[in-house]
């Protein structure tokens, strides 16, 4: 009987359980007492408003805004220090005898201090993506060589040359940060692109350049040369702008062409002289370039390793071996065929 009880009374309980709950009663009317404050987002001791997570969680770190801001810093300061030590350089020249040396190291860390200090306040507040730093690092560098070289041809002064050299240095920063100001980064395979043209154009315009002096028709004026790449990130950057390279492919097309024509240009150096070897050189990069783009590109024809990889009925030879005897104690080998359905 003690039993019986003790079961009736767990029935009981899980029925009850199992029951809507009661209705509740309504809530006390709310009191007149005042709520007590919100608690403030505010650290202790901050003199302003203090940064929400979301706005925490965008920014790369604390010191910089994107990923690609120290490399922008760094080659401010770089060309900053080189630009002003050769306008310096170039306010010594006027005086030979008078603390010889002392405008070109003031020129040089003031240029320097000043062109790192805007750059690190810029990607401190606008994010510099990495891609967006290594096409501003190119574009610094062929601006510097391209008013280096114009400057040079022209015969202007050493100051003017190197106010010129400056000036193409940073038009060529402010250019990559203007075109690539809007959200996102710039893709690996167009960064890629930009690069690859601007090596060619500096290749193919020094080779066709080489050509016209050893056909021995007079002065040979490299200007060209050392404009060319900076003329060769402009055409990249417009057939950025239409294609989606991938970067592997940009990778090989730049690699195997140039590899080839540096190959065959130490070679000619060695066996010919003349306008042979630029020619040849020239040649062997225009025909691997041709062969690399067709080799590399995707047809969309299926291919005999495609139709049998998509076939509904597969047969391989495969060996077999099989336990065998009244007991399973043998073992049978032989071929077989695996058949897939």
Known sequence: MRSIAILLSLVATVARAQQPDAPTAPPPPPTLSPAPPPPSSATPGA??????????????????AGPGGPLLGF????????????????????????HRGSRAYTGAMVTGLMLGTA???????????RNESFLISG??????????AVGLNADMS???TAWLTLATTQLGVVSVLALTSGPGDVSTGDAALVG?????????TGLTQAIIDASGSGDVNLTPTFVAPAAGMALGALLASQLDVD???????????????????????VLADGTTVPLTAMAGIVTSFALTLLLTSDPGVPTERDNVRRADFQAVPVPVVLATGHDKSSLAAGPGLFVRF
């Open 47 to 64: 003199t302003g408003p203090s940064e929400s997570p979301g706005e925490r969680a965008v920014r790369y770190s604390r010191f910089s």
């Open 158 to 160: 050493t100051r003017n």
């Open 119 to 129: 750059a690190t306040l810029y990607q401190y507040y606008v994010p510099v993506e």
């Open 196 to 204: 690859m043209m601007s090596l060619y154009a500096f290749t193919l």
């Open 139 to 148: 574009a610094a560098t062929a601006g510097f060589t391209a008013g280096l």
């Open 75 to 98: 080659t401010e300061v770089i060309s900053g220090i080189v630009s002003g030590a050769m306008i310096g350089h170039s306010y010594d020249a006027d005086h030979p005898d008078e």
């Open 247 to 269: 970067p592997g492919r940009v990778v090989k097309l730049t690699l195997v062409p140039l590899g080839v024509g540096a190959s065959m240009l130490w070679l000619g150096s």
